[in-house]
């Protein structure tokens, strides 16, 4: 199965904007992987923020939005909050099944 | 209120079996997908399985292909994980998840493999 890849840890500023992504071992990313963004906390579930590349739930915050960038898939995190410190994930869909990422640990210092 | 309440899981030696059951309530379980993804300790994500609304096509991670069977009940809004011959590297937290966009999920059971 395919291989999903996210950079490991990431650091933004409070109030600041950092964009996370998501790489396909298949090639370039496409609106046909469906890309998902989730977060999850520390003892938490996670909680979905983005489906199929750029929509958002409604408990979805504002500042949060997916795309397509250079061939991967991104989530884009512009003024960041402390709650945002959390673990990120992707998720893309290869025919019928889907492969999660491996995780970015993002820090707002 | 959308609720999804994971539950058969427990202590388990390998080899073992474990049946999970997930009861959904407050959204349309019957027209939606429904998946497994579980997590182990420490570790990330992994998806293991997912039905269609029908219960007629699913599909599951190769690593659990053979073992583990899928099913659901749309007239009791329930859907379970068949775990048959379990070794120790299935021990994880399961979560169910449903809905558009993945976008409910449930707490999670906790299936421990171990001797």
């Known amino acids: 199965q395919a291989v999903v890849t996210q950079e490991p840890s990431l650091t933004v500023s409070p109030g600041g904007t950092v964009t996370l992504t998501c790489g396909s071992s298949?090639?370039?990313?496409?609106?046909?992987?469906?890309a998902h963004w989730l977060q999850q906390k520390t003892g938490h579930a996670p909680k979905t923020l983005i489906y199929?590349?750029?929509n958002k739930h409604s408990w979805t915050p504002a500042r949060f939005s997916g795309s397509l960038l250079g061939g991967k898939a991104a989530l884009t995190l512009s003024g960041a909050q402390p709650e945002d410190e959390a673990d990120y994930y992707c998720?893309?869909?290869?025919?019928?099944?889907?492969?999660f990422g491996g995780g970015t640990k993002l820090s707002v210092l | 209120e959308v609720q999804l309440v994971e539950s058969g899981g427990g202590l388990v030696q390998p080899g073992g079996s474990l049946r999970l059951s997930c009861a959904a309530s407050g959204f349309s379980f019957s027209t939606n997908w429904m998946t497994w993804v579980r997590q182990a300790p420490g570790k990330g994500l992994e998806w293991v399985a997912n039905i269609k609304q029908d219960g007629r096509e699913a599909n599951f991670v190769d690593s659990v292909k053979g073992r583990f069977t899928i099913s659901r009940d749309n007239a009791k809004s329930l859907m379970y994980l068949q775990m048959n011959s379990l070794r120790d590297e299935d021990t994880a937290v399961y979560y169910c998840?449903?809905?558009?966009?993945?976008?409910?999920w449930g707490q999670g059971t906790l299936v421990t493999v171990s001797s």
């Open positions: 998840v449903g809905a558009t966009g993945m976008a409910y």
């Open positions: 199929d590349t750029g």
């Open positions: 998720l893309l869909l290869y025919s019928g099944a889907w492969v």
């Open positions: 298949t090639g370039a990313v496409t609106s046909g992987h469906s």
